[in-house]
């Protein structure tokens, strides 16, 4: 049985479709593309006078066959080594409920025996996801780079919630929301997400909430910068 993992690129929002195209060479065409920022304060930008830095996030499920296919032709045929291309990080899939949606993510190669490979190279990155109130992503990162963050990539996001749940430390959690994706070296997460919580916690205007994800593989961190 084939593991799955989900395949994380981020990169500049006009290399997007450089991207996907790739994807699809590839046969394995993107699920899901959403269009982000990057999390540099806008008065440093105003004072520099250049603009924010417009991203796109392309998020694909792969087997692992196909994993160890797209991340060396994503360094030799895509450069993403070089600096501002974009990086990609894989995050392990734990668990498909129904062997219809397992075929439907695998593209039908979930029997496929699994290629042996061995981890490209020691890997100590974790995605720490925050997610805050409109508005206040900034003051997130900056919070985020007390703890030790070096840069990461906000997107938009809409909260849910029932009736009964829409207040939670005073504040409506059905609104409007900005999601960080941030990775980081594993020895620096808990500082970062601590940092985090004691500044723009819960209970304060930004009511950030943040959690982490493990990485198996990445790809893009040579030279790059999240920024």
Do not use: W
């Amino acid at each position: 049985m084939q593991d799955l993992f989900i395949l994380i690129t981020i990169t500049k929002s006009d290399d997007a479709n450089v991207f996907l195209d790739f994807f699809r060479k590839h046969e394995s065409v993107c699920e899901y593309t959403q269009l982000g920022r990057g999390a540099a304060r806008s008065e440093i930008l105003d004072m520099l006078g250049i603009e924010r830095s417009k991203k796109a996030v392309l998020m694909s499920v792969v087997t692992h066959n196909k994993l160890y296919e797209l991340l060396p032709a994503m360094e030799t045929e895509m450069k993403i080594d070089y600096p501002d291309r974009g990086i990609a990080l894989a995050v392990p899939l734990a668990c498909v409920i129904s062997r219809t949606t397992l075929e439907y993510l695998s593209g039908g190669k979930q029997n496929d025996p699994m290629i042996p490979h061995e981890r490209r190279k020691e890997n100590d990155m974790e995605m720490i996801i925050a997610i805050c109130n409109k508005g206040y992503a900034d003051e997130v990162m900056d919070a985020a780079r007390k703890g030790g963050a070096t840069g990461g990539t906000v997107v938009n996001a809409k909260g849910t919630a029932s009736e009964h749940e829409k207040k939670f430390y005073g504040m409506f959690i059905a609104d409007e929301k900005e999601m960080l994706y941030i990775v980081s070296p594993r020895e620096k997460r808990s500082n970062i997400m601590k940092s985090i919580t004691q500044i723009v916690g819960p209970g304060t205007q930004a009511h950030a909430i943040a959690f982490s994800l493990p990485v198996a593989e990445t790809a893009g961190f040579k030279l790059s910068s999240e920024e």
